[in-house]
């Protein structure tokens, strides 16, 4: 399950990792997150800065949205650019 994201997350969609302005993830386990940023190169205390979206249950649906949400509003706040949203490999990983 932790390695489910990393494929689509930069090489099939084709990005660097300098272009992702930010990354929120939605994933059951710490390990997910720890082994995404160590084979993507995003440091953990870039990602999810706004919080972990377990706070709000792991629904892939309505969690889903509101990280994607949050990421959108994450890079409004910076000004912009390209954000990246990785979810449980159970659904909604693509």
């Known amino acids: 399950m932790p390695k ?12 660097k990792r300098d272009a992702v302005g930010a990354v929120v993830t939605h994933n059951p ?9 160590r084979a993507t190169g995003f440091p ?6 706004a ?3 377990l ?3 792991h629904p892939q649906g309505p969690t ?10 994450i890079l409004r706040a910076r000004g912009g650019g390209i954000g990246l949203f990785t979810g449980c490999a159970a659904g909604d990983t693509g």
């Open 64 to 73: 889903g949205a509101r990280a994607v949400a949050e990421l959108i509003e």
């Open 51 to 53: 919080s972990s979206s």
């Open 44 to 49: 953990m205390d870039w990602m999810n800065v």
């Open 55 to 57: 706070i709000y249950g």
């Open 29 to 37: 386990f710490a390990v997910n997150d720890a082994y995404f940023s």
């Open 4 to 15: 489910a994201p990393v494929p689509a997350a930069l090489a099939d969609g084709g990005l």
